[in-house]
């Protein structure tokens, strides 16, 4: 009999179910298989039951017994924020981003610009290849000594003049290279529609098998964005139903040896321009509805994102010492664009990005919700609070989330 099973050998797998809450369990060694933080695994997967109190007589003042009702799965995992080990990959834990969110498109080859024509945000693209791109792609541009990291906000595929709109522009305004290389990528992206389920598999000290099935991720927080730290995703997570088993991982998982980029040379801007900043939270709320049915064994059935996507956030900026930019801009209720990148430094080239390293989050549209006085180290500093939207009309995609 065992008296005790270690913690540190548990292994974690997310696996985008065929059936929605159908469990699915890893198909190889690469299938669903993630790192988290070990110190969050205990809250992997969690069954929450609500009980149902029954008040009725008994011989005095002793309550009946309560009987437990709906009962389904919960949890969260703290993850590095990095890529897969190939440029252009997913992130092993991908599809927690995309359950959230809800689309993933992909560029998956590189492709060469043309051999004259660009500027410093429009990049000519072959039209052959410019089918690969859509709004909001976050893209590496190869620049000789300056990789950047991109997000396409327009494509021109008319005939012959082919081209990409991007932002942030170049770095120091002057054109993009001729024929320069533009990165493979994965972009997750808000949608209407196509929030995949997921069984979350957790395999204690692999031993036991604990199972959320008909999961969807309900929340993502940005961690730990701060100068000289390696940046977290937080993800939280409900299901239909539950399982439990006594069992072992059917393969031994193969993790990705990508290295998480440490918070230097971490770009973050504000309208195309370059900002310096301490630290940035992020914050985004999906609501879900389960529906409820009575010949459900765990009383809930096919669930779906139903309420507005909800995106805020906060950063400081050191004080103007001339004027009341963002105080004016409060009042005036005046939107802009926030880009967040982050990449490991390639291991032998100068200014060039490790294949897989390179991260970056797009807020197209953002306004202030609050303002206030702080210090940093004695500075004083605009700390500001902010939401993401879409346009008026809801066209507008609020957020991008890329990893190349």
């Known amino acids: 009999m065992t008296t005790g099973i270690i913690k540190e050998n548990s292994i974690i797998a997310a696996c985008s179910e065929a059936v929605e809450g159908t469990a699915d369990t890893p198909d190889n060694a690469t299938d669903g298989y993630f790192q988290p933080e070990t110190d969050g695994i205990l809250n992997a997967v969690q069954t929450k039951v609500e009980m149902k109190e029954r008040n009725v007589l008994t011989s005095g003042l002793i309550e009946a017994v309560p009987r437990p009702g709906h009962y389904y799965p919960e949890g969260t995992v703290l993850v590095e924020v990095r890529g897969g080990t190939l440029e252009g990959a997913k992130p092993d834990y991908g599809i927690l981003i995309q359950s959230l969110l809800g689309a993933l498109h ?28 859509a709004v909001g792609d976050m893209l590496r541009i190869n620049e000789t000594g300056a990789h950047q990291i991109v997000f396409v906000t327009a494509v021109d595929s008319t005939g012959g003049t082919e081209n990409i709109t991007v932002t942030p522009g170049k770095t120091g305004g002057t054109a993009w290279s001729n024929s320069v290389t533009i990165s493979k990528s994965s972009t997750y992206k808000s949608a209407n529609t196509g929030h ?84 940035v939270k992020l914050q985004i709320e999906q609501p879900l509805t389960f529906l409820k049915s009575t010949a459900s064994a765990s009383g809930r059935t096919a669930g779906k994102p139903t309420g507005k996507l909800k995106i805020s956030g906060s950063f400081s900026l050191a004080m103007d010492d001339t004027t009341f930019t963002q105080y004016t801009a409060l009042m005036a209720g005046t939107e802009f664009a926030l880009i967040l990148t982050a990449h490991n430094p390639h291991a032998s ?26 210090e940093e180290g004695g500075i004083l500093v605009d700390a500001m609070n902010f939401k993401a939207t879409g346009s008026t009309n809801g066209a507008t995609n609020p957020i991008a989330i890329g990893f190349a």
């Open 106 to 133: 992909q560029v998956t080859a590189n492709v060469t610009s043309e051999s004259s024509g660009n500027t410093n945000t429009v990049l000519q693209i072959p039209g052959a290849d410019i089918s690969k791109f």
């Open 349 to 374: 080239t100068t200014g060039a990005f490790a294949d897989g390293s390179a991260f970056g989050i797009y807020l197209p549209k953002c306004i202030r919700t609050e303002l206030s006085e702080a």
């Open 196 to 279: 995949p389920s997921f069984t979350m598999n957790k395999y204690s000290a692999n031993e036991i098998l604990k199972q959320g099935l008909g999961c969807r991720t309900k929340s993502m927080s940005l961690d730990n964005y701060i100068a000289g730290e390696i940046a977290k995703l937080n993800f939280g997570y409900d299901g239909m139903t539950h399982a439990v088993s006594n069992a072992a991982a059917g393969y031994t998982p193969t993790y990705t040896t990508n290295l998480p980029p440490i918070i230097f040379n971490s770009k973050v801007y504000v309208d195309g321009t370059a900002v310096s900043v301490a630290e």
